[in-house]
């Protein structure tokens, strides 16, 4: 079955380490997507992707990083700079910009928490 | 600035008892309005899109409807298994990357 998977489901940081959050689709999507999302808050774009080897910041970019080497891998990177990272990340995938309008497919999250 | 409110925050309904949630938006040029149901711990699962005001979009209890400015997703006869967070998301037609979505309406459904 074609979806997104999102590793690990729950993720434990310490201070001043830097973690990676895995996001993989087997869906030949384009674009991919990082959402952070707060309770009782909307999602909030980190990174976006629209193509391998390009991606651009989102309205909370800082403290995070991103790579696009592969169509099926977007993975997030949490930094020692992003000094309140415990919140649920969703990863999410698009099938393309052209047409549409299309809806975003998300995965499952990984729920962060730093100890 | 372009925005997307929902309301209520949060709504308790008994079992059967007809409602609707509110999703008004200030983009300025709409390519599409996207519901999504969110359940607690999980990512979120899409539901419906529009795109023209007047469109509407029925799957099952809920009823998806779109003015120039806001959609409402109606809930009829609700059931318990209703109970999620709804999401509504906006894209805007002069930029295709980004999804402005609101806060999410809460409900609860009561046997």
């Known amino acids: 079955d074609g979806g997104i998977t999102q590793s690990p489901k729950y993720l434990f940081r310490k201070e001043g380490q830097n973690v990676t959050l895995s996001c993989e689709q087997n869906?030949?999507?384009?674009?991919m997507y990082w959402y952070r999302q707060d309770p009782g808050q909307g999602l909030r774009l980190i990174y976006y992707?629209?193509?391998?080897?390009?991606?651009q910041k989102g309205d909370i970019a800082e403290g995070y990083s991103v790579s696009r080497e592969k169509k099926e891998s977007f993975p997030l990177t949490v930094t020692s700079a992003q000094k309140n990272p415990t919140a649920f990340y969703l990863c999410?995938?698009?099938?393309?910009?052209?047409?549409?309008?299309?809806?975003?497919?998300f995965g499952p999250g990984t729920r962060l928490t730093v100890l | 600035e372009d925005q997307v409110t929902q309301s209520p925050e949060a709504l308790r309904l008994q079992e059967g008892e007809s409602s609707s949630l509110n999703c008004s938006y200030t983009?300025?040029?709409?390519?599409?309005l996207f519901w999504y149901r969110q359940d607690p711990g999980k990512g979120p699962e899409f539901l419906f899109t529009?795109?023209?005001a007047g469109e509407e979009k029925e799957k099952e209890r809920l009823k998806a409807t779109l003015t120039k400015k806001e959609s409402f997703l109606h809930i009829t006869a609700p059931k318990p298994e209703d109970s999620a967070t709804y999401l509504c998301?906006?894209?805007?037609?002069?930029?295709?990357?980004?999804?402005?979505f609101g806060s999410g309406t809460k409900l609860n459904v009561k046997p």
């Open positions: 529009l795109y023209s």
């Open positions: 999410a995938s698009l099938p393309g910009l052209a047409g549409g309008p299309h809806e975003q497919f």
């Open positions: 869906l030949n999507h384009d674009a």
């Open positions: 983009v300025s040029g709409l390519r599409g």
């Open positions: 992707s629209q193509i391998v080897n390009d991606f």
């Open positions: 998301a906006v894209q805007a037609s002069y930029n295709f990357n980004k999804f402005y």
